[in-house]
C-alpha cells in the first residue's frame, strides 16, 4: 500500500472542558497552519457517565430511545462548530479543519486507533473527558491510548497551557533524539522560546565522602563535570532543530543534579519557567521492553498541571 502523503493532526474530542482546552491550545500553538487538522468524535449514543446504568432494566428504555441519542447529537455538532470557531479564528482556513463525528464500531479508544493508523503527525486529546470520574488523574480513554498508542505521537492537554514556552527533556536516548526531531513539526516555521532539560539523578552524582566545609564545593565540581559530559547531548540536538530552521537564539539548555525524581524535575521546572508544552520520549535510557512507556514519562503525565505533553514515539 502506496504510504499516505498528506499528514494530519488528529484532535479527540468530546463534550468536555479539557477537549475544549485541547482545542484552544492547538489554536493558538498554531498548528495547522502547514498540517491540516482534523476533529474527531466518536459517536456512542450512550454518554460515558450512564454506561453504567445499562445492567439496569428500568432505564433500558430510556438509554436506547432516540430522543436521548438525538439530544447527544446536538450537544457533540453544537461542540464542534465551537471548536471549529476557534480555530477559524486563530487564523486557520476552512481548508485547513475537518470536523468528523463517526458511530462508535469496536470502542471509542480502538476506534481512535485505528483512524491514528491513517497517516496522522500527532494524536492530541484532554488528559481528562466528559466521563472521567472526579480524583482521577487520567480518563479511561487516555489512559488506554497512552498505553497501547505507540504508533503515533501522543499529546494530552490538561488545565489551560501557554504553548509559547516549550520544554524538551532530553538524554541521549534514541527517544529524546525522536522528540527533538518532532519539535519542527510542532512550531510549523513560528518563532517560540524552546529549553532542552536533562536532569541528573542524585544517585548519579557519586560524590566522594567530604566534611560540611568541603561538600558544596565538591558539588560545584561534580555539577560542572556533568555538564561538560552532558554538553555533546545538548549541542547534537541544537544542530538538529537549526538545521530543521529554528532560531538558535532562541534555543537553551538548563542541566539540574542530584535531584530526587527526573520526572519531578522536569514537571517543577515546567511550572517555576512557564512551559505550556512539554516534549518526552517514550522510553528513555532505562528502556524496557516489556513497557510501552517509559517511567520519567509516565511520571510526567501523571505530575504535569496546566500542560500539554507530547509523547514522542
Known amino acids: ?17 479539557n477537549s475544549l482546552a485541547a482545542v484552544k491550545y492547538v489554536a493558538e500553538l498554531g498548528l495547522g497552519r502547514k498540517a491540516g487538522l482534523v476533529l474527531l468524535h466518536v ?31 446536538i450537544n457533540i455538532e453544537d461542540f464542534m462548530e465551537r471548536a471549529r470557531q476557534i480555530l477559524l479564528e486563530s487564523g486557520l482556513t476552512e481548508n485547513s479543519i475537518e470536523t468528523r463525528i463517526q458511530a462508535r464500531v469496536h470502542g471509542i479508544a480502538r476506534d481512535i486507533m485505528a483512524e491514528s ?5 500527532g494524536v492530541i486529546m484532554g488528559r481528562t473527558g466528559s466521563g472521567n470520574v472526579p480524583g ?32 524538551v527533556a532530553v538524554d541521549s536516548s534514541a527517544g529524546a533524539e525522536r522528540a527533538v ?13 524552546v529549553t532542552l532539560f536533562h536532569a541528573f539523578k542524585g ?10 566545609s568541603t561538600a558544596g564545593d565538591q558539588r560545584v565540581d561534580v555539577h560542572a563535570t556533568l555538564a561538560s559530559l552532558f554538553e555533546p547531548v545538548f549541542t547534537k540536538a541544537i544542530a538538529r532543530l537549526t538545521k530543521a530552521g529554528l532560531e538558535g537564539d532562541r534555543i537553551s539548555t538548563k542541566l539540574v543534579t542530584n535531584v530526587f525524581s527526573r520526572a519531578v524535575a522536569i514537571v517543577d521546572e515546567s ?19 516489556e513497557y510501552y512507556l517509559g517511567r520519567v514519562s509516565g511520571k510526567v503525565i501523571q505530575l504535569a498541571q496546566n500542560a500539554a505533553i507530547w509523547v514522542v514515539r
Open 271 to 289: 511550572h517555576t519557567g512557564g512551559f505550556g508544552t512539554i516534549l518526552v520520549g517514550r522510553q528513555g535510557l532505562s528502556m524496557v521492553r
Open 181 to 193: 526531531d518532532f519539535l519542527p513539526l510542532l512550531t510549523q516555521g513560528r518563532t517560540q522560546e
Open 43 to 73: 459517536f456512542d449514543h450512550i454518554p460515558a457517565n450512564l454506561r453504567d446504568l445499562e445492567c439496569d432494566p428500568r432505564y433500558t428504555s430510556w438509554l436506547t430511545s432516540e430522543a436521548l441519542e438525538a439530544r447527544q447529537r
Open 136 to 167: 482521577l488523574v487520567m480518563g479511561s480513554v487516555a489512559n488506554k491510548l497512552l498505553s497501547r498508542l505507540t504508533n503515533v505521537n501522543l499529546c494530552l492537554v490538561t488545565g489551560r497551557p501557554d504553548p509559547h514556552k516549550i520544554m
Open 203 to 212: 544517585h548519579d552524582l557519586a560524590l566522594p565522602k567530604a566534611d560540611e
Open 1 to 17: 500500500m502506496a504510504p499516505i502523503k498528506i499528514k494530519k493532526f488528529l484532535i479527540v474530542v468530546d463534550n468536555s472542558d
Open 117 to 121: 493508523r491513517k497517516g496522522y503527525l
